[in-house]
C-alpha cells in the first residue's frame, strides 16, 4: 500500500515537471493552421485541425456547436499538432466554433461550417390537429421535416410532395424545406370523411396519416314521441327521439352529439331527459305520468341547435276508486283500484291522505300501493279525539269525507 | 483556616447552584423545543415556492410567424420551457450529469447531449457557462398548438472551460440557433437545434458625456440614522433633502449612493425600494445634485449560473432610472478588487466584464465605472469602464506622483478619486492620537493636493454614525470604531472643523 503511494507520489511529481517544462517550451509559440480558417465540410465528413507549430507546444482546441462544447486535446505528429472532432461533433450540422489554447491563452481560432446533406433517409412528419369540422374555414398542417442518416435536418429548399388522399380524390402538392422544415396546409372538406396523408422527399415516403373531417354544427330537427298506450299510469316508458340530425353540408353529426329534452306538463314544471346521438339519433325515455296530463316536449343540442315542439297527451288510466273505513274509523283502506282495462294497477302508485279540521291540514301521509291497495291506520297518539274532515288523493282524482269521527 | 474552608464552602454551593441552573435551564429549552410542535401552515405543503433561477434577458420580436397566430400564454410556457432547457444544459455541463435534460430535449435530440456530456466526463473537462441574452422570433407555429420552429439569435453565451478542475480558458460567443420545439408531455421540447452562425461578442457602445466627471466635487452619502442602510423604513424625504441641502451649500455637486443587492429584492427588485431610489434622485435634482450610484453592494458570489440573475437586477434599476435628470453614472461594483483572493479574480473579473457590457447596453448615455479600493487596482478593466475611480486611504504625499502615473497608464480616460477620508476617532484604540483638528487638517491638506492636481473627488463621508454594520467593518472595535467618525458633521449634527475644508482646501 506505502508503496503504491510512493510511486503514485512519484508519477505526480513526474507529471508535474513535464507539464512545467512544456509550458516553458510553449512560449514565443509559432502556431499556423494549415487548412482554411473559415471552413466548411459535408456534415458526417471527418474533420480534422492541422497545425504546423515549431517546438514542443502544450496545445488544446476548445469547441463548441449546436449541441455543447469541450476541449480537445492533441496528437503530435513531428511538426505538425493534429486535432480530430469526435464523431458526434462532426455528425451535426451547424457552425462549430474552434479556439485553439497554448498556456491558457487563445492563439488562433475559427469557425467550421458543417453543411447539411442533400440524402434524405428518413422524414418525420407531425399532423395535426387529428379532427376538423366539416366547412370552409379550419385547416390542418403537416409538418414534415426530411433528415439524414445522422438525424439532422437536410438543406434548406429541399423538395416534399404531399399527397392528400380523400374519398376518390387525390391532390398532390409540393413544399420546401424552410427554417429546418416545411409544412403544407391541409384545409378541411364540407363532406366529413378521413383525409389519408403521406409525404415524401427524395424517394423516401412517411408513413400514413390521418385527419378526420367531422360534421360541423348542427342543424334545426325534428322529434317524436313514441309510447305503448296513451294511459296515465305512472309505470310505462315514453320514448322520445329525434330525426337524423345533420349540419348544414348533410353530414351526419358525431356520435355522442348531447341532445336535451325539455317537458312541460300542465302544472308548468319542467322535466328533463337526455341522450346522445348513434348515427344521428338521440333517443330518452322517461315514465308516463300519474295522471291525465298534455306535455309539451322540445329539444335542443345546447347553443347550436333546436327542435319543433310537440304535443303528447295522457289519459287517466284510473277512473274511479273506492274508500272504506273500518275499526272506528281508525282504519281507512283504499281499492282495490283498477286501471284502464280493470286491471289491477301496478304496484308502487303514490297515494296521499289527509286529516283537516277547520280547513287546516292537522294530518298527512302518502303510501305507495301494494296489489292495487293501500291501507292507512291512524293512532290515536296522534290525533286527538274529534270529527274531521278525510281528504284522499291519488292519480289526480281527490276524495273528501266530511264529518268522520276518530 | 477557617477562613480557607468558608470561601470553599461558598464556592461549592456556587458551583452547585450554577450547575442546577444550568441543568433547569437545558431541560427548559428541550421541553420548549418539544412543545413547539409542527407549523400548521406548512403540514400540507400547500405552499408555492418558486425560486428564479436563471433569467437572462429575452426579447421577442414581433409577432409574423408562419401558421396558427400564437398567443401570449403559449408564448410565455415556451420561454420558460426553453429557458429550462439552456438552465438544465448548463448545469448539465458543469456537472457532466444528465440529471433533467429528458425533460427539455426529445428522445432524439438528448442523444446529442449525451454524447457530448459522456465526453466531457471521460476527459475531465467540465464547461461553467451561461445565456445571458436571448433574441426569439417565432418562425413558424402548428395549427394543432403542438409544433414551434423559432430562432434565437444573437444569443450571449460565456463559457468558463476546465480541465482536471483547472480554468483552461474563457470564452465569449454570440451564436444564432434556429430551433424546432414540440410539445410533449406538457413540456416544450427541444427536438432540433442549429446553430447557423457565430461572432465575436462586441464591445457595448457608449454614448456617454465623459468629461462632465472632471467637474465632480462630491461626497459619499448615507442618512446619519441609517449608515449602509439608506433605503430603509426610516427613509425620510425632509433628513434626504436637508442632508442635500448642506451638501450643495458646502459647494459639493455630487452625491455617491449604494443600492445594496439583496436589500432591494435581488433579482426581483423591490418596487418601494427602487421608489425611494428615484426619490432620492428626484431631491438630489431639486437640490441640483447628481448622484452616482453604487450597484450590487454587499454581493459577492459572483458565480456564473448567478450571472443573470444580476443582469436581472441591474436591468430593473437602470432602466427606471436612466432618464433621470440628477444620475450621473454607474458605479457597477464597489472595492470588488477585494473580492479577487476569495472569489478568485477569474470569477471576478469576467462578472465585471459582463456587467458593463450589460449596464451600457440598457443604458448607453450615462457613464459606467468601477469604484476600485485602491489605487494599484485601477488599472484593472481600464479598457472597458468610461471613467476609472478608485478609493485612496494610503499617505497624501503619494498620492499625487501614483495620480500621475495613473493618469499616463489610462491616458484616455478621465478618472475620479470616489472615496477618500481619516476618521477623527479617538480612543483607546488608536492611543488617543486622532482629534477634529487633525482630522479638519488632514481635508485641508488633502484639497489642496486634489486642487494641484484637478483631480475630482468624493469623500467618505457626511456624517458620524452610532453605529457601523459589522458586515462593513467587521467585529474588532480598532476597525469598527474610527469607521464611525469619518464624517464632515457629527452624530449630534454639529458641523466639525474639517466641514470647513469638503470642498476646497
Known amino acids: ?406 | 483556616m477557617g477562613m480557607n474552608n468558608n470561601i470553599l464552602r461558598v464556592l461549592v454551593i456556587l458551583v452547585f447552584l450554577l450547575i442546577n441552573l444550568l441543568v433547569i435551564f437545558g431541560i427548559s429549552s428541550l421541553i420548549s423545543y418539544l412543545n413547539t410542535g409542527a407549523d400548521r401552515s406548512k403540514m400540507l405543503h400547500t405552499e408555492i415556492q418558486k425560486e428564479d433561477q436563471y433569467l437572462p434577458k429575452v426579447t421577442w420580436s414581433a409577432l409574423n410567424n408562419k401558421g396558427k397566430k400564437i398567443n401570449e400564454q403559449t408564448l410565455l410556457d415556451i420561454e420558460n420551457n426553453y429557458l429550462d432547457a439552456w438552465f438544465i444544459k448548463n448545469v448539465a455541463f458543469k456537472s457532466n450529469l444528465i440529471y433533467g435534460i429528458d425533460d427539455y430535449f426529445t428522445e432524439s435530440a438528448r442523444e446529442n447531449l449525451y454524447n457530448q456530456l459522456a465526453f466531457n466526463q471521460e476527459e475531465k473537462v467540465s464547461i461553467e457557462g451561461t445565456s445571458l441574452e436571448h433574441n426569439l422570433t417565432v418562425e413558424f407555429f402548428s395549427e394543432d398548438g403542438q409544433l414551434v420552429a423559432l430562432t434565437d439569435s444573437n444569443v450571449i453565451e460565456y463559457k468558463q472551460v476546465f480541465k482536471n478542475e483547472k480554468l483552461i480558458t474563457e470564452v465569449h460567443e454570440v451564436s444564432t440557433y434556429q430551433l424546432i420545439l414540440l410539445l410533449e408531455d406538457g413540456f416544450w421540447r427541444i427536438r432540433h437545434m442549429v446553430r447557423t452562425h457565430s461572432q465575436e461578442l462586441k464591445k457595448a457602445e457608449s454614448l456617454a458625456e465623459v468629461n462632465k466627471v472632471d467637474s465632480i466635487k462630491g461626497i459619499n452619502y448615507y442618512p446619519r440614522l441609517s449608515p449602509w442602510d439608506t433605503f430603509n423604513e426610516s427613509f425620510d424625504s425632509d433628513t434626504i433633502s436637508a442632508d442635500f441641502k448642506l451638501i450643495k451649500e458646502a459647494g459639493l455637486n455630487t452625491v455617491r449612493v449604494f443600492v445594496q443587492y439583496e436589500d432591494f429584492g435581488k433579482a426581483k427588485v423591490l418596487p418601494e425600494k427602487l421608489a425611494k431610489l428615484k426619490k432620492l434622485l428626484d431631491l438630489a435634482e431639486e437640490n441640483e445634485l447628481k448622484v452616482l450610484v453604487t450597484l450590487f453592494d454587499f454581493y459577492g458570489d459572483y458565480s456564473i449560473l448567478d450571472w443573470t440573475l444580476n443582469q436581472t437586477h441591474a436591468e430593473k434599476i437602470v432602466s427606471a432610472l436612466k432618464e433621470h435628470n440628477a444620475l450621473l453614472g454607474w458605479d457597477i461594483k464597489n472595492e470588488p478588487d477585494l473580492d479577487f483572493e476569495s472569489r478568485k479574480k477569474a470569477n471576478v473579473v469576467p462578472w465585471l466584464t459582463n456587467m458593463i457590457r450589460f449596464v451600457k447596453s440598457i443604458d448607453s448615455l450615462h457613464p459606467v465605472t468601477i469604484g476600485w479600493s485602491n489605487i494599484e487596482s485601477a488599472t484593472e478593466l481600464a479598457d472597458e469602464v468610461d471613467f476609472v475611480s478608485f478609493h485612496y486611504y494610503l499617505e497624501l504625499e503619494d498620492l499625487g506622483n501614483l495620480y500621475s502615473k495613473l493618469k499616463k497608464e489610462v491616458a484616455t480616460k478621465s478618472i475620479v478619486l470616489t472615496e477618500f477620508g481619516t476618521s477623527s476617532y479617538s480612543g483607546l484604540w488608536n492611543f488617543y492620537s486622532n482629534s477634529e483638528e487633525d482630522q479638519a487638517q488632514f481635508h485641508k491638506e488633502f484639497q489642496t493636493v486634489l486642487k494641484q492636481n484637478r483631480i475630482p473627488f468624493m469623500s467618505w463621508t457626511l456624517y458620524d454614525f452610532n453605529e457601523v454594520p459589522k458586515s462593513v467593518t467587521g467585529s474588532l472595535p480598532w476597525r469598527r470604531n474610527p469607521q464611525k467618525q469619518y464624517g464632515f458633521v457629527d452624530r449630534n449634527g454639529l458641523k466639525k472643523a474639517s466641514f470647513k475644508f469638503i470642498s476646497s482646501p
Do not use: C
Not at chain 1, 164 to 182: A, G, I
Not at chain 1, 258 to 286: H, P
Not at chain 1, 300 to 309: F, L, T, V
Open chain 1, 1 to 406: 500500500m506505502k508503496n503504491f503511494a510512493l510511486t503514485y507520489l512519484v508519477l505526480a511529481v513526474a507529471i508535474l515537471f513535464s507539464f512545467g517544462e512544456s509550458i516553458e517550451a510553449g512560449k514565443g509559440i509559432d502556431v499556423k493552421l494549415e487548412s482554411n480558417k473559415l471552413s466548411s465540410y459535408q456534415v458526417g465528413q471527418e474533420v480534422v485541425l492541422t497545425f504546423s507549430s515549431e517546438g514542443d507546444a502544450d496545445l488544446a482546441l476548445f469547441y463548441s456547436n449546436s449541441y455543447g462544447s469541450s476541449l480537445l486535446s492533441s496528437t503530435k505528429n513531428g511538426n505538425t499538432v493534429s486535432f480530430k472532432f469526435p464523431k458526434f461533433v462532426s455528425d451535426k450540422i451547424g457552425t462549430i466554433v474552434w479556439k485553439l489554447i497554448n498556456q491558457d491563452k487563445i492563439i488562433e481560432q475559427g469557425q467550421i461550417q458543417m453543411k447539411p446533406s442533400k440524402q434524405v433517409v428518413g422524414i418525420e412528419t407531425y399532423l395535426g390537429p387529428i379532427f376538423m369540422q366539416a366547412g370552409q374555414s379550419e385547416y390542418g398542417h403537416l409538418v414534415s421535416i426530411p433528415t439524414d442518416s445522422m438525424d439532422n435536418p437536410v438543406e434548406t429548399n429541399t423538395e416534399v410532395l404531399v399527397n392528400q388522399q380523400f374519398y376518390s380524390s387525390n391532390v398532390s402538392s409540393s413544399v420546401f424545406t424552410s427554417h429546418l422544415m416545411s409544412f403544407e396546409i391541409i384545409p378541411t372538406k364540407t363532406q366529413s370523411g378521413r383525409i389519408s396523408i403521406n409525404a415524401i422527399s427524395e424517394q423516401i415516403s412517411s408513413k400514413e396519416l390521418t385527419t378526420e373531417v367531422n360534421a360541423t354544427n348542427p342543424e334545426d330537427y325534428e322529434i317524436k314521441a313514441k309510447t305503448n298506450h296513451p294511459y296515465a299510469d305512472g309505470n310505462q316508458l315514453a320514448t322520445l327521439s329525434t330525426s337524423v340530425i345533420k349540419d348544414k353540408y348533410g353530414n351526419v353529426v358525431v356520435d355522442g352529439t348531447f341532445v336535451k329534452f325539455l317537458i312541460v306538463n300542465k302544472n308548468n314544471s319542467q322535466l328533463f331527459a337526455n341522450g346522445t346521438t348513434i348515427n344521428g339519433v338521440a333517443t330518452a325515455k322517461i315514465n308516463h305520468p300519474n295522471e291525465a296530463d298534455t306535455w309539451k316536449v322540445s329539444s335542443y343540442i345546447h347553443g347550436m341547435a333546436k327542435s319543433s315542439e310537440i304535443q303528447v297527451q295522457f289519459l287517466a288510466a284510473i277512473k274511479e276508486y273506492e274508500v272504506s273505513f273500518s275499526d272506528s274509523n281508525k282504519n281507512i283502506k283504499i281499492g282495490p283500484i283498477k286501471s284502464y282495462m280493470n286491471q289491477l294497477i301496478p304496484d308502487g302508485l303514490n297515494v296521499q291522505l289527509r286529516v283537516i279540521k277547520g280547513g287546516e291540514i292537522i294530518y298527512k301521509t302518502a303510501q305507495p300501493t301494494s296489489d292495487g291497495i293501500v291501507n292507512f291506520v291512524l293512532k290515536s297518539s296522534l290525533i286527538n279525539k274529534g270529527s274531521y274532515e278525510i281528504e284522499v288523493e291519488l292519480a289526480g282524482i281527490t276524495k273528501s269525507y266530511k264529518n268522520i269521527d276518530l
